[in-house]
């Protein structure tokens, strides 16, 4: 079955950097495009990034671009952000996605293109 697995998160000062993983097993990774989507405290989920399936395309919410970097490794199925100059507000609930289909592209920030999601990874930012 699907499984989709992050790591990474924590406890940290703001303007740091961290990389969350998300290992991803029981399907054929390469075929899917994946996101990254989180979750703050008292708020709903919000799509964070995504990347085409081959990786040659990257998206991203207007509130992290310059910030975070989304890729991926094909060959070991697995996922990352690699969160820069992190703020209080990135504050959340990380959660990787997969694409419902192969037509998803990864740029699509509805949620319900999105099929399987992992558990979740806390990260905050706090001095």
């Known amino acids: 079955q699907v499984q989709l697995v992050e790591s990474g998160g924590g406890l940290a000062q703001p303007g740091g950097s961290l990389r969350l993983s998300c290992a991803a097993s029981?399907?054929?990774?390469?075929?899917?495009?994946m996101s990254w989507a989180r979750q703050a405290p008292g708020k709903g989920l919000e799509w964070v990034s995504g990347i085409y399936r081959d990786g040659s395309d990257t998206y991203y919410a207007d509130s992290v671009k310059g910030r975070f970097t989304i890729s991926r490794d094909n060959a070991k199925n697995t996922l990352y952000l690699q969160m820069n100059s992190r703020k209080p507000e990135d504050t959340a609930l990380y959660y990787c996605a997969k694409g419902a289909s192969m037509v998803v592209a990864g740029n699509e920030p509805e949620l319900w293109r999105y099929d399987y999601w992992g558990q979740g990874t806390q990260v905050t930012v706090s001095s």
């Open positions: 029981g399907f054929t990774f390469s075929s899917y495009a």
